[in-house]
């Protein structure tokens, strides 16, 4: 598996045109030749051509960076509500580094605020459709086609750094309490983190802290454990038992950690062996205590019961090269999604394993590399891709391909370009314009929000065409 950040470069202060269509400095440059979509994997830029992010196809679409690039991240759970719709909004998270050398890398907890945004119709207005001149300002259209607009400007980022010895492979907060966090040192060691202290100060402050006038703290881990054999990039927490973690290396073993107290652990030094290869994702089961997943390079899926002993209670063949990336779907606890080296994913129902061929859906679309893969933790049916092909897909598995539709919103859109027919059904939005994407994950509190981290920093992106798939204000209070 492709893991390491290429060529990992320090972030400057300021930031050139991005070709995602960064929300906060939007052009309204129009191109001289008539637009067309650009299919990725199949057409080619041609000397002098570049590509145009459609910002209307976003509710919100922001790039920022913390300095160095970053592996892996994850979003800390919040107390600012449950189901969060209206902009602009705030989230919080904690981001490990890739540094050039092992002394300059640190654990970033930062809080980004003021993510602006506006909610868009899915078809637009008719006046929007007959408005073609090249001089109109966007921004009329844009608040025509709008049902709720919500902030301005540019997002602020609150950042505080915790010095962490050597690269950070993978980071996760604990569910039940996100201000605890683990992470997998490229030295081999997993430690986990108290980040309380740094999450009270940002909280309670206001003020844009520039990447790189933030100091570092040297902060001690509440634990380092050196047992691995290896350096891995395998972490997980229970949804179901607070404190309870798995980490899995690259020589094929699975240590479990059970808490002790809320601030001890006891690490099993027997570990759980039954992969060939090295350990790539740890997933817990959304709904068995004592069960999880893992995936590994030598190309299975084994699943584990702690109370069954070391060796796994089931192992699959489910792909023909390394397994990168596994997720278990929290919503329907039978499906398990894999991600594979070769560029395709595949969809598990977990009821059919003793009938042989559990796959119930395998994409091919991705070229290169699954990086990342994760259930929508709002509709059951919907999950997101990144791979080495600098793409971020957002898949529907509940969708089929509908003739009679697609014709009656082309007559609404007017729309003239044909998509390709071999494009999966079930494709919903592709994000481009992130360099080297390694990992994604949803905002489990605000819907459709996505958070991506690539080797030009973080993507936050909100697509308008999910927007159908979760709650209306209307059946939300507050």
Not at 171 to 176: C, G, K, P, S, V
Not at 389 to 407: F, G, K, M, V
Not at 461 to 466: D, H, K, V
Request: hydrophobic share 35%; net charge negative; aromatic share 6%.
């Amino acid at each position: 598996m492709v893991r390491t950040i290429k060529n990992p470069k320090k972030a400057k202060r300021k930031n050139k045109g991005s070709k995602n269509g960064e929300g906060s400095s939007s052009s309204n440059s129009v191109p001289s030749l008539p637009a067309k979509v650009w299919q990725p994997g199949v057409d080619k830029l041609e000397e002098g051509e570049e590509l145009q992010c459609d910002i209307s196809a976003y509710n919100s679409l922001h790039a920022l960076h913390i300095g160095w690039p970053c592996l892996s991240f994850d979003v800390l759970h919040d107390s600012l509500g449950l189901v969060r719709t209206e902009f602009p909004h705030t989230v919080y998270c904690a981001a490990g580094t890739q540094a050039e050398q092992a002394s300059w890398n640190s654990i970033g907890i930062f809080k980004i605020s003021n993510i602006s945004g506006k909610r868009r119709k899915l078809v637009p207005t008719k006046s929007a459709a007959n408005d073609s001149g090249a001089d109109s300002d966007s921004s009329d259209s844009d608040e025509d086609e709008a049902e709720e607009d919500g902030g301005s400007g540019a997002p602020v980022l609150q950042l505080r750094k915790v010095f962490h010895q050597g690269c950070v492979n993978r980071i996760r907060a604990m569910t039940q309490k996100p201000h605890i966090c683990a992470s997998w040192a490229d030295t081999g060691h997993v430690q986990v983190w108290d980040f309380s202290s740094h999450l009270n100060a940002l909280a309670e402050s206001e003020t844009e802290v520039s990447r790189g006038a933030s100091t570092v703290s040297n902060q001690a881990p509440l634990v380092k454990f050196g047992g691995h054999k290896d350096e891995g990039y395998a972490l997980d927490w229970s949804p179901l038992v607070p404190g309870r973690l798995v980490s899995g290396d690259c020589k094929s073993c699975i240590h479990l950690w059970e808490p002790t107290s809320d601030t001890t652990w006891n690490v099993d030094a027997n570990p759980f062996v039954g992969h060939t290869g090295s350990v790539e994702d740890l997933q817990w089961s959304p709904t068995e205590p004592y069960v999880f997943a893992s995936c590994s390079v030598d190309g299975n899926i084994a699943i584990w019961d702690t109370r069954l002993g070391k060796s796994p209670a089931a192992s699959i063949k489910a792909h023909n090269a390394d397994v990168n990336v596994i997720s278990w779907n929290r919503l329907a606890s039978c499906m398990l999604a894999s991600g594979s080296d070769d560029g395709t994913f595949s969809i598990r129902d977990l009821r059919l394993l003793k009938e042989g061929d559990s796959v119930v859906a395998h994409f091919e679309y991705h070229k290169h590399p699954i990086t990342s893969i994760e259930w929508c933790p709002h509709e059951a049916s919907t999950l997101a891709v990144s791979s080495s092909d600098n793409q971020l897909t957002i898949w529907d598995l509940s969708l089929e391909r509908d003739e009679e539709e697609e014709a009656e919103f082309k007559a609404k859109t007017r729309e003239e370009v044909n998509a390709p027919a071999d494009l999966p059904p079930q494709l919903l939005f592709v994000h481009q314009g992130q360099k080297d994407l390694k990992e994604l994950h949803w905002h489990s509190q605000i819907p459709g929000m996505l958070i991506s981290t690539a080797a030009d920093g973080f993507n936050i992106l909100m697509p308008s065409n999910i927007e159908s798939a979760l709650p209306s204000n209307d059946m939300i209070e507050g």
